[in-house]
């Protein structure tokens, strides 16, 4: 078993709709999660950065982390066409940041 | 600016040789990475550097040898190379600065495509 663990899609939503991603772990001591947006054949751009529990909200993006169910969702709000990439979510408990990354969800909008 | 380059961007070798890749980073971070993401786009890292020295060396031959000449620069040595290193490379830098300290964000560059034949 991964120790996260991540639909890889795809995911096909109308334009304007909210976008609903999320990942589950098995390693209670991630206490670090991030979130990323790989357009392809390109490098993955970091949206949202958290610690511990609780939520994070940066314009359209929202990212939740619950670490009693072991598990984190990133929101995108009024999604847009040019919100198709794959979604990658990481996670740590390393001091020195050895982030372990889930297989990305690929997301399409269609206008 | 570019934050975190990497050249080159596309390299097309064949099995046997030794090739480099070198990352260069302008945002002034101690720390930076080297993951590999394979065919199914799942990202793995291979080796941290903090400020020149090695941090992270997870389960990679030995044939990769990163190096680390000063805390802007991290280079990917790969000797003998093998059909199955073929993927893409990634360098990665933080603002990290110690293992106490809680920046964990990592920035990536936009990755060089080997493709060993």
């Known amino acids: 078993q991964k120790e996260v663990e991540q639909d890889p899609g795809p995911l096909s939503v109308p334009e304007g709709a909210i976008v609903s991603l999320n990942c589950t772990y098995s390693n209670s001591a991630f206490q670090y999660f991030m979130w990323y947006r790989q357009y392809s054949r390109k490098g993955p751009e970091l949206l949202m950065y958290?610690?511990?529990?609780g939520n994070k909200e940066d314009g359209r993006f929202t990212a939740q982390v619950d670490k009693s169910s072991k598990y984190i969702s990133l929101f995108i709000r009024d999604s847009q066409p040019s919100d198709s990439a794959t979604y990658l979510c990481?996670?740590?408990?390393?001091?020195?940041?050895?982030?372990?990354f889930g297989a990305g969800t690929q997301v399409v909008v269609t206008p | 600016d570019t934050a975190v380059s990497q050249t080159p961007k596309y390299l097309v070798t064949q099995m046997g040789n030794d090739k480099s890749i070198k990352c260069e980073q302008n945002?002034?971070?101690?720390?930076m990475y080297w993951y590999k993401q394979d065919s199914k786009k799942f990202l793995k890292i291979m080796f941290s550097?903090?400020?020149?020295?090695?941090?992270i060396n997870e389960t990679v031959p030995n044939r990769f040898s990163p190096k680390s000449p000063d805390k802007a620069h991290l280079n990917l040595h790969i000797n003998s190379l093998e059909l199955g290193d073929s993927a893409v490379y990634f360098c990665?830098?933080?603002?990290?600065?110690?293992?106490?300290?809680?920046?964990?964000?990592?920035?990536f560059g936009p990755g060089t495509r080997l493709t060993v034949t």
């Open positions: 945002l002034g971070h101690d720390t």
């Open positions: 958290t610690y511990s529990s």
């Open positions: 990481a996670m740590t408990a390393d001091s020195w940041g050895k982030f372990q």
């Open positions: 990665a830098s933080s603002p990290l600065t110690s293992g106490a300290s809680s920046s964990y964000e990592q920035y």
């Open positions: 550097y903090n400020n020149k020295e090695l941090i």
